[in-house]
């Protein structure tokens, strides 16, 4: 844009004499310009402006206004920049002035506006009367000419007319050197780019844009120009599969373009958008969501519902409304979306088709296969039109994906061929696009039942791997995902392992590969979000394994499922508990890590800020802070890492349970841990004492999950369970060896299930067993290796809130302070219970106990609260607050209703309450699966600390507290599950004794290596 002041310079001719007044207005506003100062800028020009026209010095005052215009567009206001330059033509046409290039220059940028407006036809209207008015010209300079043509070759392929573009750039660039300057040049590099990038030549896209970044860094170009450039050489990598090249250019482009007066100028939308969706084919939820959401809350300030800029971010953002299952709401994006998009390019243009094919693909998830197929073949028609080959084979993907949901194999396989031989013409031959269409192929041939086609690709793969000539992890792991299904149908027809033993060879290979793609994930909630998608893999890996085992009985394949089984087991919990053990171990110094702390804290206030506000500019600037903080985070977390290697090397090390080490170091013989995996048919169980080991299958029962939904119906209603439970029990745990201490590690809608009032056909479990409940064996690890806040004593702090117009809390109060007493603790009652009490003495108390009021948001479970008293303060504490605190305590007590009750999350469990105060660092806690009513509750938690100071263990002192108050009440209706089974205990449940033990062993250990550490530094020389 501000090339276009270097062509003033050229055909304006400035007033021989400017009053002192206004020639010092004029060159403030040059100096303002020049420093990107536009606000200052806009000021002085408008008032030379004035001047100038006061005194008819028409040259002067067009000067000045091409100025104010500039700026207008540099802020994305449109109209504005219109008027100036309507208002300039209408000045220039009533005076006596006639030069051509003053007029050509002044049309070519009502052009540029309309164009950047999205109004291309009348761009291109604007155009042709500048082209046919120049031609005429004989003696007008070649230089004119070339802004004429930059200007028109931009909106020639803006509208599809690729070919035209290339024609006309090409044209230009060979006039004289005299003609074009090296910035000029640069920028017809660029739009040469732009045509052959959505013409679908993606190699030679990538070569022109980069000759025009190299030209403009060395011509120092303007921040704008620069970030338009980084932007498009984003672009082309995406396009290209180069997804860490492409965010590294979109972040190039995003920090050029903020250097340029922030987000109030310059095209910030359009490089946000872009990078969310990069995010979102990484799916990335969380990241997406930050930089889409930014994004369109921005262009509807600026551009309003219906502008092309808001059509375009709408389009992006159907990705992250797919990723969430919005489905309705993507398709209203979309059709939007399209229909100001073809208004602006037309319909023979990429990114109608876009819309066009992300339309059929939703219809496709939705199951509605004749819209499907009907936008996929109205895309398709297009493309062939355009002849865009690319845009062709994801209209054939698409199709062939619609086909394999409708079991149509042989179809689907047509189209995924048609889809592979494009993508093969058009990338080189090991792309990710080229390699995912195949894998795509061979899926549908395994279906179709031609398994040896099939296999033939996989091999083909995994070769190229090998040959380090396959570097996308994903499609390693889908590879070898399909290569276990084969070989388990070829099992079930033929009974022979030989293929099941093939397949087994690539266990460690597909570990290795989901190890690197999590990696690429910094967020827990991208973390929990790339788990939903790996069960499906972990499911046929672990029949593999079984089917191996009951045919060899070989400790190996049981070790390998097990492994299966916890590695996609709360992977962002395991992570959050150990993430500051390794720091510390690592010399990570203490106030990075206080830096670290400070932007989480302020990411979750504004996360919860923006839950609940409704200005439109205020969560504008709320989301612009949580970019920002969200950043400088991901800048830190990248920086330690660097900085300080073994965190690397501990952060991304395996940490999983062997069954050994979980059987020789965290189970007595009184102990058995059961481990269950929800397959998509069969329920995998793990039964595993201190020195055997059971590994079970059994087909799921279909009505399971429907006896555990009325189950818990049942409990809430008081109704009689007794058969329904003991059905349950008999699927879930009948026949295997338990010990009288079970560890539970549940999956799936089992996460609900409150084990002890199963019946065994004798009583409830509770009579028999001491029960508790862990993420992952791994977890449990984790939980147990954590270091212990090295205390002399117990400290134990407990919170009441009152709550007004509230009685269903008048137990808690007495509860806290009975308990208080008997702990020799400090109770905060009534309206000391705040936030801010609890905030101070969380990081030092060794038990906290939390009567207070919860609650659950069943979508997104960081909005899940605590609901202290307000004090003057706040008086909510969300789950995002906890996350982000440290509190090292030995063990939680939430006597709250449904602290471990949430969203049910795919290979991480349930989102509770519970989950995040373990996240924060607490061993354990005591949490409830519903409300319990507030008088049992007191009883029940009296009895539980009474066991705890006996020297109980954990999960022991819970069974027997509530064994003494079925024992203690007279009335039979209060001894049904629903006033006693909503607690439960969940993590490390050693006794408290056993935790403050370590302090003395610690001090044991310590001081002889303090007395003789000298004689130890010497021997150890």
Aim: one cysteine or more.
């Amino acid at each position: 844009m501000k090339k276009l002041m270097i062509f003033h310079l050229c055909f304006l001719i400035s007033s021989s004499v400017f009053s002192l007044q206004e020639d010092e207005a004029y060159q403030k506003g040059v100096v303002a310009y020049t420093h990107y100062n536009y606000k200052e800028a806009l000021l002085h020009f408008k008032l030379a402006s004035s001047y100038f026209l006061e005194k008819n010095d028409i040259r002067s005052y067009l000067k000045s206004q091409m100025y104010i215009s500039n700026i207008e567009i540099y802020k994305n206001n449109f109209p504005s920049a219109l008027e100036t330059i309507n208002i300039s033509i209408k000045n220039y046409t009533s005076s006596t002035i006639k030069n051509d290039s003053l007029w050509g220059e002044l049309m070519n940028t009502k052009a540029v506006i309309h164009r950047k407006d999205g109004l291309t036809t009348k761009a291109l209207q604007i155009s042709d009367e500048i082209l046919k008015e120049q031609l005429k010209k004989s003696t007008l300079p070649k230089y004119n000419l070339v802004r004429t043509y930059t200007v028109r070759s931009n909106i020639l392929w803006t509208i599809g007319r690729f070919d035209e573009a290339i024609q006309l750039i090409k044209k230009t660039l060979n006039l004289s050197e005299y003609s074009i300057s090296d910035l000029n040049r640069a920028e017809l590099l660029n739009n040469l780019g732009s045509a052959y990038l959505l013409k679908g030549d993606f190699n030679k896209a990538h070569s022109y844009y980069n000759k025009a970044y190299e030209l403009k860094l060395e011509n120092k170009a303007n921040l704008y120009d620069l970030a338009i450039t980084t932007f498009n050489i984003g672009v082309v990598n995406e396009a290209l599969g180069d997804y860490d090249k492409a965010i590294e250019f979109y972040q190039k482009s995003a920090a050029y373009d903020l250097r340029n007066q922030g987000e109030e100028v310059g095209f910030i939308t359009d490089i946000y958008t872009a990078i969310s969706g990069i995010y979102a084919k990484k799916n990335d939820l969380e990241k997406a969501e930050e930089y889409i959401d930014k994004a369109l809350k921005k262009a509807m300030i600026v551009y309003g519902e219906n502008h092309l800029n808001t059509a375009n971010i709408k389009a992006w953002y159907v990705r992250c409304l797919k990723l969430k299952g919005e489905y309705a709401i993507s398709l209203d994006f979309d059709k939007k979306a399209l229909r100001v998009r073809e208004k602006s390019y037309g319909v023979y243009n990429w990114f109608p088709i876009q819309n066009l094919t992300s339309i059929a693909d939703t219809y496709v998830k939705l199951a509605d296969y004749v819209e499907a197929e009907k936008y996929y073949k109205e895309a398709l028609r297009r493309s062939k039109k355009m002849d865009s080959k690319f845009q062709e084979a994801e209209c054939y993907q698409g199709l062939g994906d619609m086909h394999m949901k409708q079991k149509k194999y042989r179809e689907a396989i047509d189209f995924y061929t048609k889809a592979f031989i494009n993508f093969s013409n058009h990338f080189y031959k090991n792309h990710r696009y080229v390699l995912k269409s195949e894998l795509l192929l061979a899926e549908a041939l395994f279906k179709q039942g031609n398994h040896k086609k099939a296999f033939a690709i996989i091999q083909k793969h995994l070769a190229l791997y090998t040959k380090g000539e396959h570097d996308f992890p994903l499609l390693i792991v889908e590879a070898i995902h399909l290569n276990n299904c084969i070989a388990l149908t070829q099992y079930t027809n033929s009974k022979t392992i030989k293929s099941v033993e093939e397949s087994y060879k690539n266990m460690d290979l597909m570990i290795q590969n989901i190890r690197e793609i999590k990696k690429q994930y910094t967020t827990d909630r991208s973390l929990i979000n790339v788990g939903r998608k790996n069960p499906d893999y972990f499911d046929k890996a672990i029949e593999i394994c079984y089917v191996l085992f009951q045919n060899t009985q070989q400790k190996k394949y049981l070790e390998k499922a097990f492994q299966f089984s916890e590695i996609n087991r709360n992977s962002a919990l395991v992570k959050g508990i150990k993430d500051k053990q390794f720091k510390k171990i690592a010399g990570v110094p203490d106030s990075l890590l206080q830096q670290e702390n400070m932007l989480k804290r302020k990411l979750s206030s504004i996360r919860t800020a923006l839950h609940t506000q409704t200005h439109s500019f205020k969560i504008d600037s709320m989301m612009s802070l949580r970019l920002k903080y969200s950043m400088k985070l991901d800048d830190l977390l990248h920086k330690i890492e660097r900085d300080y290697p073994r965190y690397y090397q501990l952060k991304y090390a395996d940490h999983t349970i062997k069954v050994s080490q979980l059987q020789k170091e965290y189970l007595d013989i009184n102990t058995t841990l059961i481990e269950y995996f929800a397959g998509e048919e069969n329920l995998y169980i793990f039964a595993i004492n201190n020195n055997t080991i059971h590994f079970k299958k059994f087909p799921i029962i279909k009505d399971l999950t429907k006896s555990i939904k009325e189950l818990r119906k049942q409990i809430l209603n008081q109704q009689n369970i007794k058969e329904n439970s003991e059905r349950i029990f008999t699927a879930l745990l009948k026949n295997l060896n338990l010990k009288e201490t079970l560890i539970l590690v549940t999956d799936n809608i089992l996460n609900y299930v409150p084990f002890e009032v199963l019946h065994t056909g004798k009583g409830y479990m509770l009579e028999e067993y001491a029960i508790s409940y862990v993420g992952s064996a791994t977890v449990l690890k984790a939980l147990t290796e954590r270091p212990s806040r090295i205390t002399k004593e117990m400290k134990w702090h407990g919170f009441a809130p009152k709550y007004e117009n509230d009685n269903s809390f008048a137990s808690s109060y007495a509860e806290v302070k009975s308990i208080s007493k008997m702990m020799k603790g400090e109770a905060y009652l009534g309206k000391e219970a705040s936030v801010k009490n609890f905030i101070t003495e969380a990081a030092n108390s060794s038990i906290l106990h939390l009567a207070t009021h919860a609650e659950i948001d069943k979508k997104n479970a960081m909005m899940n609260k605590l609901i202290f008293s307000e004090n003057g303060n706040k008086n909510i504490l969300m789950a995002s607050d906890i996350y982000g605190l440290s509190i090292p305590s030995e063990m939680i007590v939430l006597s709250a209703c449904n602290t471990g009750f949430g969203k049910l999350e795919k290979g991480e469990g349930v989102m509770s309450m519970s989950r995040a105060f373990h996240y924060a660092g607490a061993k354990s806690t005591v949490m409830s699966l519903w409300k319990v009513p507030d008088k049992e509750t007191s009883v029940i938690m009296n009895y539980f600390y009474k066991s705890l100071k006996k020297g109980y263990a954990k999960d022991r002192a819970l069974q027997q507290a509530k064994l003494q108050y079925l024992g203690s009440v007279k009335d039979n209706a209060l001894k049904h599950p629903f006033y006693w089974a909503g607690f439960v205990v969940s993590g490390n449940t050693e006794s408290l004794e056993q935790g403050f033990l370590r302090w003395w062993m610690t001090i044991l250990v310590l001081v002889p290596v303090f007395i003789f550490r000298k004689k130890l530094i010497k021997f150890f020389e």
